[in-house]
């Protein structure tokens, strides 16, 4: 334990004989716990919340607002004095600790009146109360393992919902260890997400940093549930942030991360792990910042630990492994690039005449893959290395030579430019445009080249960037004369616009189209890449998807890639069309549409799973044949790949993809029966229904509806009239 714990403060009370090993590591997480979760929320913030209810922006200010000040008023210090304060309470709440482990989680309202009758502080008092709240929250921990690389807790997150967030998370892991802390958080069940290493420049990077860790996490998370509307793994992610004095301590923390996490999810196996959760947990892990080499390692780790799924641990791993690369095949653009066609399809622009700014450079894996698929007159590439303008377009077969390369814009042959063009790094200062004016500092240029006046076109695609790059406080730096500065907004990277910005560029007229629905190509791929690993056989899995040479792959694996690639874009085509339909139909902004078509497929995939639908043999197999690729049906059986599945997962293949493909054909107020005509539909239809989604909005008049099949009218009649309302809702 001692070798786990960071240092802090609190040691010496270890050292001095004032807490046993156990309660310094057990106060120690706790401070850290308290700092994010205590709830201070006052009578005139849960007024304010009360009335901004449903006002999805100006709600999302207040819990920025409301956790700011949270920060502020309870820093880690003040919590860390409290402790040394009540040292005998602190005792105390460790052995209800214990108890709460031993005999199963619940808040001791005994230890809550000695809490309010000895501490003098009201402050005091909440920070004590979020120790009975960590209590009384635990799922799992690896507290009391022997050998372990990191403290590991698992919680029921009720407390996040005091704390002002909008939506419930089904589970939060939290990660201590030496070099860092970390949280997971997911939103159901089965779940993927990235892992994202959080480095510090300085110590004023590393406070905002540490303030900002778990809403960031959060949001992450969500937007990732979001995208992940059409595939059976729900949405999570997880921030490992370095501590100030182990910023290059990366490999080593992700590592004791991975090992921490997995003693969680291998509890039922071994008795030294605290589990109140009582079931199988599966979880997969994706490449983010600063993780992505680190993939192979976490994969070949699971295998050596026993974990059963450890070919499907990991996504974003080596071909080697049985890994699809999101970079290879260009799978993220593949479903940025569809929006962008669709947009200029829709208003009838050829692709060669549009111009276009793309942040994200020709080094990285979107950004390079951006420049390889398109074909427009890009103006402006914005990377780590600088600004990279021509007005009339820039050269395009130098910048494929950049991008195959994977090289900076720093690279690109200047003579290259024509009037006009620059490239300013962000190592250069006081510089002379082109136009004459003159740039104090190459990297603030860069930073804020998205708002410059000259970074003006018909297309702007984000392709790197950190979060709210775009906020309320300079999105009208992008409106120029009460219009966009570009017409059509798709983005690639996650989160560059804050929500209140996407608005407020909507109802400038901008047509935009946000991350969530954007850029889900690579969790899509992601998570092909876990059916292949699940469905085969360890024996099947080195034959068919553990490849040595990508660039010559076995017909097995070139024909999953392609049935992969189909199926992100079928998914792009879907939710592009049913945004724009329901965009022209109700005139909402399509960054709301597309949070509202989340909610509506996630709440269907909810009532599906509450249904008899999947244990029905003919509905089961008719959405389970169009679900899964058909190169992995020829190779091995739907029968034996359903058998080989979880359970879980096989459902949540089934509600996932019949709840999505509803909601894409009948939008987001169906009528009343129209759900079972459209699985009645199924049956009949081809199995690609990409051109058969209506492109404009339906009709007033009704249309006749068609007859139910006979097994559709069996499930009917054996299920209940108030399981009847909710399917057909």
């Not at 005091?124 to 507290?143: E, H, R, Y």
């Not at 059963?308 to 593949?334: Q, R, S, Y």
């Not at 099947?540 to 874009?569: C, G, L, S, T």
Request: hydrophobic residues 35%; charged residues 25%; proline residues 4%.
């Amino acid at each position: 334990l001692i070798s786990i714990v960071p240092g802090c403060t609190l040691s010496t009370h270890f050292l001095d004989g004032s807490l046993s090993v156990e309660e310094f590591a057990y106060a120690s997480s706790v401070r850290k716990f308290a700092y994010y979760f205590m709830n201070t929320t006052d009578e005139d913030t849960q007024s304010l919340n009360t009335a901004l209810k449903g006002d999805i922006v100006n709600l999302d200010r207040l819990n920025r607002l409301r956790s700011k000040l949270r920060r502020e008023a309870v820093s880690t210090a003040r919590i860390a004095m409290c402790i040394t304060s009540n040292l005998p309470l602190v005792k105390k709440l460790y052995q209800d600790f214990r108890r709460c482990a031993e005999q199963g989680p619940s808040y001791s309202l005994n230890l809550f009146r000695e809490i309010t009758q000895n501490v003098g502080d009201v402050l005091d008092v909440q920070i004590m109360n979020g120790f009975l709240m960590f209590n009384s929250s635990i799922l799992k921990t690896n507290f009391w393992k022997e050998s372990k690389a990191s403290l590991a807790y698992s919680f029921y997150p009720n407390f996040v919902m005091d704390c002002g967030f909008p939506f419930l998370p089904y589970c939060i892991y939290f990660i201590l260890g030496t070099e860092f802390q970390g949280f997971h958080i997911r939103f159901r069940d089965i779940a993927r997400g990235g892992i994202r290493v959080i480095r510090s420049l300085d110590t004023v990077s590393f406070i905002k940093n540490l303030e900002g860790q778990f809403t960031e996490n959060y949001e992450l998370a969500l937007t990732q549930q979001k995208k992940n509307k059409d595939i059976p793994e729900f949405g999570s992610k997880g921030t490992v942030l370095l501590n100030k004095e182990a910023q290059g301590a990366s490999q080593i923390s992700f590592q004791k991360y991975v090992s921490g996490c997995l003693d969680l999810l291998m509890s039922r196996s071994d008795k030294e792990i605290v589990d109140h959760y009582g079931k199988e947990e599966i979880l997969f892990l994706g490449p983010d910042e600063y993780s992505a080499d680190q993939m192979d390692w976490a994969c070949l780790y699971a295998k050596k630990r026993g974990y059963p799924f450890w070919k499907a641990f990991t996504t974003g791993k080596v071909a080697a492994l049985g890994g699809i690369p999101h970079d290879v095949f260009g799978m993220t653009t593949t479903s940025i690039h569809t929006f962008v066609l669709g947009c200029l399809e829709r208003l009838g622009l050829r692709e060669e005449d549009v111009t276009k700014v793309q942040t994200g450079g020709p080094d990285g894996d979107l950004g390079s893959n951006e420049i390889l698929i398109s074909k427009d007159k890009t103006i402006a590439v914005i990377d780590g290395s600088g600004v990279l303008y021509d007005p009339k377009g820039i050269d395009r077969t130098e910048l494929v030579r950049l991008a195959k390369g994977r090289l900076t814009v720093s690279n690109f042959d200047t003579s290259k430019l024509t009037k006009g063009g620059f490239l300013v790094l962000v190592t250069d200062n006081k510089i002379t445009l082109p136009s004459g004016e003159t740039v104090e500092s190459g990297l603030l240029f860069r930073n804020e080249f998205h708002l410059h006046p000259l970074a003006t076109a018909d297309l702007f695609v984000p392709c790197g960037g950190r979060p709210n790059s775009v906020n309320l406080m300079n999105v009208e730096r992008l409106i120029v004369e009460g219009r966009p500065k570009f017409k059509i907004v798709v983005e690639g990277a996650n989160l560059f616009f804050s929500e209140e910005a996407r608005i407020v560029l909507e109802n400038s007229g901008a047509i935009l189209y946000k991350d969530a629905s954007a850029n889900k190509g690579g969790v899509t791929s992601s998570s092909l890449e876990v059916l292949a690993a699940l469905a085969m056989t360890d024996e099947e899995h080195m034959k068919f998807m553990q490849i040595q040479d990508i660039e010559n792959p076995p017909p097995f694996y070139a024909k999953y890639v392609d049935d992969v690639k189909k199926i992100i874009r079928e998914n792009a085509f879907l939710e592009f069309h049913t945004i724009w339909r329901e965009h022209e139909r109700t005139g909402t902004p399509r960054s709301v549409l597309s949070t509202a078509l989340y909610d509506k497929i996630t709440k269907l995939c909810d009532e599906i799973e509450k249904s008899d639908l999947f244990d029905n043999d003919t509905i089961r197999t008719e959405i389970m044949t169009r679900a899964i690729p058909l190169s992995l049906q020829n190779l091995i059986s739907l029968e034996e790949i359903l058998s080989r599945l979880p359970l879980n997962y096989s459902r949540a293949i089934f509600n996932s993809h019949l709840s999505s493909r509803f909601v894409y054909h009948h939008g987001l107020e169906p009528s009343e029966f129209a759900f079972f005509q459209f699985v009645d539909y199924l049956r009949t239809s081809p199995k690609n229904i990409d051109e058969d989604i209506p492109k404009s909005p339906p009709p007033s008049s009704s249309t006749h509806p068609r007859p139910l099949h006979p097994s559709l009218l069996q499930t009917t009649t054996r299920t209940s009239q108030k399981k009847k309302e909710i399917i057909s809702e």
